[in-house]
């Protein structure tokens, strides 16, 4: 391993922040009672739940605390929003080709129980359709589940717009909203659309791992999904992760306070990063809709090499990302979001994705783009696709030196500007 | 994050013998570009059939391209003859060994070679034999010689292997009927050893499981195992399966049938 740790990997998980540290280490050791108990060690506990429910509700612009409850991870939100469907006469679900596996795998499992689901296309930036989404709500629509952000290319869904159609179409539909990639990067504010419920994840907005929310508008029928005490008004039993609730509510404020500086500071070093790869390395294109993104992530395809030999590459440097090829997947499949929007195989395999934080640094991005090109020029080098490789080249050459009329921009397989 | 021994690492760090060579004498290709790697490596043979140089070119992973840069290593300076011997295992050796699900690189490895060695036979690259795996275009052929050459015996190293049923796993069934009757073979061959009790009791679990119980859970039933002793086999019929006046028919006719045809011994299901 290198020495250094050059960090471009904050869609996986984030650096706690030393606030959040700070603010949960008394729950660990002095104050370790059970809010749950009748006395007043643990009782008093109780008082600093709320505030962290407070925090958290103010970070996604929830009317009320009260609806908001504290889970295990954004998967235990997901699965909660989505297992606790309560209309038998209801069976129909409407989630999207590109949402995290915490809702798709619980989608298939519910087709086997009865269920019907409607998987939204995207297209080649990524995108949604509106039009056909709305025709596919119908009168035994239960649930449409969406992603604010896609945690892999950063692509936002008009979630709001689609929250509204919903409700116009059927207002019995509940619409839930994988909210983990979207929270701390972009404003929400749940109480002026008709969201009904959305999941966040601590450790993606520098809470630790353990922790998430879910948001349940006031009056949103859902039964439990994990049942036993009466924590959190009976909505989720199990004693509460005192530690990491705190923790989360620090973190949240922290996020409010930081969004500015992710819609300006962090989106202007991603900008520099993806300009300064596109500039300089004459094989990548940009993976998704470069306008509707959350402003720390960029998802980059090195055309004709592997993207975990990339990774490793990287990683020898101290760099820190992640690939959407079949070879880091586990299940010899590649990234199913790009295979949705029709990514070529030539170029799906060898994406990365960086994604920043409010902890990155000019010198990271620097660091980088100083090192990224030598790396992949070497990668070139090995490639069987020799061939394939120089016409990319001379094509990139012809459209840098023409104008966008020609060559690869022509060929619509190109991301300059 | 893979373990990856240090030799792998070597490798792919630095790979040796990158690279075209434009007189070759045999070109031999493996993989494509959708399944996520592909090889290429080209051979120079001297007229006492040495192979005096070899390189490679691949689109694929750490592990692919430590697998392509070792068999060069291993194949430089031999003859032809000993060269058509290496292994996909022999591969994996000079790596100090590759994590399970990355074995299918270093079977890549020795499908290019045997590609190679076809052309440089100037022999057409004979029948392709069935498609078994669509997603990746794995061949029943190329299965059948992993499972002998690897000892294999799950459908999982199957996969591990040759990748065949990773994706749309649609063929799984195809690879366990193909490696049953691998395994058949070698059972004929080999005197075959008597399975310990909790072999036994796992290995009819599995049964049970992926070729029984689904079944009967369509009707509202389902099924437990009980005992094992010698060749009888004590089940318990559950839910609807119990009440049914045919649970009888189902236990002989059904589940026994399954079980002695998985199994290839006469084995008895008794109701406990
Ligand atoms: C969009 C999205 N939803 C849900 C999750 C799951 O969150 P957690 O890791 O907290 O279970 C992730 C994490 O990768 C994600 O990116």
Redesign the interface.
Same mark, same amino acid.
């Given at each position: 391993m290198s020495e250094k740790t050059i960090y471009f990997d904050n869609n996986a998980t984030t650096r706690v922040c030393d606030e959040a540290v700070e603010a949960m280490l008394p729950f660990l050791t002095e104050k370790y009672g059970n809010p749950s108990s009748m006395h007043e060690f643990g009782g008093q506990v109780g008082s600093y739940i709320k505030k962290a429910r407070q925090q958290v509700a103010d970070l996604i612009g929830a009317a009320s605390p009260d609806e908001i409850i504290f889970t295990s991870c954004g998967t235990e939100s997901s699965n909660t929003a989505l297992r606790g469907l309560t209309n038998p006469h209801k069976k129909h679900i409407i989630t999207t080709k590109v949402e995290h596996p915490c809702v798709l795998n619980v989608t298939k499992q519910l087709e086997k129980k009865g269920y019907e689901t409607t998987y939204l296309n995207v297209n080649s930036e990524g995108e949604i359709e509106l039009e056909e989404f709305k025709n596919s709500i119908r009168p035994d629509t239960a649930i449409v589940a969406i992603m604010w952000a896609n945690n892999e290319t950063g692509v936002i869904f008009p979630v709001e717009k689609m929250a509204e159609i919903t409700k116009e179409k059927n207002p019995e539909t509940l619409f839930f909203v994988d909210g983990v990639q979207a929270a701390g990067k972009i404003p929400i504010n749940v109480k002026n659309t008709k969201i009904d419920m959305l999941g966040i994840s601590g450790h993606k907005i520098h809470a630790p791992k353990g922790v998430g929310a879910l948001y349940i508008r006031k009056g949103t029928p859902i039964t439990p999904f994990m049942l036993g005490g009466h924590q959190e008004r009976g909505k989720r039993a199990g004693t509460e992760n005192v530690p990491g609730i705190i923790a989360m509510g620090v973190a949240a404020e922290e996020a409010s306070n930081y969004l500015d500086d992710e819609a300006t500071r962090v989106k202007q070093l991603r900008d520099k990063l993806e300009k300064g790869i596109l500039e300089r390395i004459f094989n990548a294109r940009v993976n998704g809709s470069r306008i509707n993104r959350v402003p720390n992530t960029t998802n980059i395809s090195f055309e004709y090499i592997e993207g975990e030999l990339i990774l490793l590459h990287l990683s020898d440097l101290g760099i820190c990302a992640s690939s959407g090829s079949a070879c880091t997947s586990g299940n010899l499949e590649p990234s199913h979001v790009l295979r949705a929007m029709g990514v070529p195989f030539t170029a799906v395999h060898g994406s990365i994705r960086f994604s920043l934080s409010r902890y990155t640094t000019e010198e990271d991005v620097n660091y980088v783009l100083e090192k990224l090109p030598e790396v992949i020029n070497k990668l070139n080098t090995i490639s069987p696709f020799q061939k394939e490789l120089k016409e990319l080249k001379e094509m990139k050459r012809v459209c840098l030196s023409t104008g966008k009329e020609k060559g690869c921009c022509k060929s619509g397989n190109c991301h300059h500007n | 994050m893979w373990e990856y021994t240090d030799k792998v690492k070597e490798h792919?760090?630095n790979?040796k013998n990158?690279?075209?060579i434009e007189d070759a004498d045999a070109i031999g290709?493996a993989g494509s570009?959708?399944?996520?790697?592909?090889?290429?490596i080209y051979l120079k043979i001297d007229a006492d059939g040495i192979v005096t140089d070899a390189k490679f &070119? #691949?689109? *694929?992973?750490?592990s692919?391209?430590a697998s392509a840069s070792a068999l060069m290593e291993i194949i430089i300076d031999k003859h032809i003859d000993e060269v058509a011997k290496v292994t996909n295992q022999d591969i994996a050796d000079a790596l100090g060994g590759l994590p399970a &699900?990355k074995m299918h690189c270093s079977v890549m490895g020795k499908e290019a070679l045997e590609d190679a060695l076809a052309y440089y036979r100037g022999e057409s690259i004979e029948n392709k034999s069935r498609i078994v795996c669509q997603?990746?275009g794995v061949t029943e052929d190329l299965v059948r010689e992993v499972v002998q050459h690897n000892k294999l015996k799950t459908v999982k190293e199957i #996969?591990n292997y040759t990748?065949a049923g *990773?994706?749309c796993e649609k063929c799984k069934d195809d690879l366990q009927k193909i490696l049953d009757e691998e395994l058949q073979k070698q059972g004929e061959t080999s005197p075959k050893k008597p399975l310990t009790k909790t072999q036994m009791i796992v290995k009819v679990n599995n049964i049970l499981e992926n070729h029984i119980a689904e079944a009967l859970r369509q009707d509202g039933g389902d099924i437990e195992l009980i005992d094992i002793d010698g060749n009888n086999i004590y089940v318990s019929l559950q839910g609807a399966c119990k009440s049914c006046p045919s649970s009888n028919l189902t236990l002989k006719n059904f589940v026994e049938n399954v079980l002695r045809e998985h199994l290839g011994e006469e084995v008895n299901v008794i109701e406990a």
């Open positions: - | 792919y760090k790979p990158v690279g075209a290709e570009l959708s399944c996520g790697d592909a090889l290429k &070119q #691949t689109f *694929g992973c750490g692919a391209v &699900q997603c990746f #996969t990748k *990773g994706a």
